[in-house]
Nanobody, 119 residues
Framework: VQLQASGGGLVQAGGSLRLSCAAS????????VGWFRQAPGREREFVAS????????RYSASVKGRFTISRDNAESTVALEMNSLRPEDTAVYYC?????????????WGQGTLVTVSS
């Protein structure tokens, strides 16, 4: 499956941004999907995920309560609604997909989209 992320940009602290990821080349409803991010000089980290069947969601502690992940199987898209953004949320955000329910190592990765939060 191919993944194409979009929606990154520059936003002030406290603002909101919505990322979207379009999938193609596979049966989207059969994949768990999620988001990772990588800040400059830091390791890539998990942000959020949503499973294929029961749409169970999981979030990192740093974004829980501020970010919301959702999916639209009819449109083969996954979105990440980001509210109350902080400068430490600045990173390249990657969407991911995997045929397993809750993978530890995600198989499919899209290209990143840059989110910059100014203070």
């Amino acid at each position: 499956v191919q993944l194409q992320a979009s929606g990154g940009g520059l936003v002030q602290a406290g603002g909101s941004l919505r990322l979207s990821c379009a999938a193609s080349g596979g049966t989207f409803s059969m994949y768990s999907v999620g988001w990772f991010r990588q800040a400059p000089g830091r390791e890539r980290e998990f942000v959020a995920s949503i499973t294929m069947h029961n749409r169970s969601t999981r979030y990192s502690a740093s974004v829980k309560g501020r970010f919301t992940i959702s999916r639209d199987n009819a449109e083969s898209t996954v979105a990440l609604e980001m509210n109350s953004l902080r400068p430490e949320d600045t990173a390249v955000y990657y969407c991911v997909a995997d045929e397993r329910y809750s993978p530890s190592n995600w198989y499919y990765w899209g290209q990143g989209t840059l989110v910059t939060v100014s203070s």
